[in-house]
């Protein structure tokens, strides 16, 4: 009986056939896209105190506007770094001016949005 075991990397997929044993007995490449679309990742560090990294995949060049609501939804600050290339891009986002808590990180392009949380601890 043969047991498949998958390794995802950036842009490669390996598949290993592994036998009983556990000892690979074959293994094959596969061309994987895995950024193909519009893509916001998570903040780094996160709890973060002061300033955090904020990283996002654009599948062609776009301008973006990054938005920081509080957890009532309240507008917070825009961030609007113009036209950014295609490709992961990252903004350094410094909330040294707010309190502690709960906030919301909104990316939009064109035709796209998306959210995440991320959480201020001083």
Do not use: C, W
Not at 22 to 39: D, R
Not at 82 to 101: A, E, R
């Amino acid at each position: 009986m043969n047991y498949f075991h998958k390794i995802a990397k950036l842009g490669i997929a390996t598949t290993a056939e592994l036998a009983l044993n556990g000892l690979p007995t074959a293994i094959e490449n596969e061309s994987v896209t895995m950024f193909n679309q519009f893509q916001l990742f998570q903040n780094y560090p996160n709890p973060f105190n002061a300033s955090t990294n904020i990283s996002y995949f654009l599948p062609f060049n776009d301008s973006v506007i990054l938005r920081i609501y509080d957890l009532n939804g309240k507008l917070v600050q825009t961030i609007s770094p113009g036209h950014q290339t295609s490709g992961i891009n990252h903004l350094l986002f410094d909330g040294s001016h707010l309190s502690s808590g709960i906030y919301f990180y909104q990316i939009r392009g064109t035709g796209r949005s998306m959210v995440n949380k991320m959480i201020l601890l001083k």
